[in-house]
């Protein structure tokens, strides 16, 4: 080594020690960096304050009182007078509450098993089939005409199933008389054992775009060469469906799944719209229950309790929900 570099070598070695191991002028900033010259890591913290305020007055603040509502007897008037666990207690003996839970079952069915399966195919077939074949304004067009009950006002598209299902002159039992077929013509939404059925089949027509829209998103990152290279090997279209389709977007498959089921839990436009939860209980649903004993009873600590009941539901179906992704997630990258 020359003299020059023994004296270089050196130098930068006493600076490096006088200045306790500073960064060069280039060095990429640390944790400790802040992005903002001059500005310290406790300022970031006020962009949260809105975030947070807005969160504690419309969340927080309000699950807070309504979880205070279920051990008082409150009609809306008078102060709440406490009665402890007597909402709870007379909770777990109503019946009407274990129907309408029962009803959230068939929901379950109609707006997400249903949905989702039917939702994974035609994406499938919207993306691999008429896509390649006919272009893709085609599986555009069929996707948002698939998706536009989905922005349709609930009102409004309980207003147009109402017509079709009216029992005198409703479209529906119109064609089946036309058709032959006037014996099966049926007042639908006002039967006890079609009412159900009836919301269930809407409730799928309602819903099936959701997984549509989401599943053909996720197949655009999927490389079209796995498709081609499956087809060139023999594979037929429910082979690529199985082999690719469903591995690529296993984590949208989670997420619709999971939404889906919030929303089913907590359905309460259609079956205000279609059927107030008729006939009977026949149609009933936990948010509706919680909805007739707020306003239509007056029985507020009671309704806050379904409410509080349905809140903790939902919030054990989706930590559920979460650890089962997770637990998948771990179980392939072990692999």
């Known amino acids: ?17 006088a200045g306790g191991g500073r960064r060069s002028r280039r060095s990429p900033a640390g944790p400790e960096d ?17 975030g947070l305020a807005l969160l504690a007055v419309i969340v927080v603040v309000p699950l807070v009182w309504n979880v205070y509502l279920t051990f008082t007897e409150y009609r809306g008037i008078r102060p709440p007078e406490w009665i402890g666990l007597e909402n709870w207690v007379e909770l777990m003996g109503d019946r009407v509450f274990w129907t309408s839970f029962g009803n959230s079952i068939a929901m379950i069915l109609a707006m997400v098993i249903v949905p989702t399966l039917l939702g994974l195919l035609l994406a499938a077939m919207l993306f691999d089939l008429i896509g390649r074949k006919f272009g893709g304004k085609l ?32 479209a529906l ?23 159900l059925p009836s919301l269930m089949v809407i409730m799928v027509w309602v819903q099936l775009g959701y997984p549509i829209v989401i599943f053909m998103a996720a197949l655009q990152r999927v490389d079209p060469e796995l498709y081609e ?3 060139l090997d023999g594979a037929n279209w429910f082979q690529r469906f199985r082999a690719i389709t469903l591995g690529m977007i296993r984590p949208e498959i989670f997420v619709v799944t999971l939404t889906c089921t919030i929303a089913a839990l907590k359905v309460f436009g259609p079956v205000y719209a279609l059927t107030g939860g008729g006939p009977g ?27 509080t009941a349905l809140t903790v539901v939902i919030a054990a179906v989706s930590v559920l929900f979460i650890l089962a992704q997770h637990r998948m997630e771990k179980k392939e990258a072990e692999r």
């Open 173 to 195: 039992n119109q064609v089946l008389e036309a058709i032959g077929l006037g014996d099966l013509a049926h007042n639908w939404l006002g039967s006890p054992d079609t009412a």
């Open 229 to 231: 290279a499956a087809e």
């Open 34 to 50: 802040g992005l903002i010259p001059g500005a310290r890591r406790s300022t970031y913290w006020l962009y949260l304050v809105p």
């Open 1 to 17: 080594m020359s003299a020059l570099d023994t004296r270089a070598a050196t130098t930068i070695e006493a600076t490096d020690a």
């Open 281 to 307: 209980t026949s149609t009933i649903v936990p948010a509706y229950y919680a909805y007739s004993e707020f306003f239509q009873s007056q029985q507020v600590g009671y309704g806050a309790t379904i409410a």
């Open 139 to 170: 599986a555009s067009f069929l996707r948002a005409t698939y998706y536009l009950p989905q922005i349709l006002p609930a009102v409004i598209a309980a207003i147009v199933i109402g017509w079709i299902l009216r029992p005198q002159n409703g």
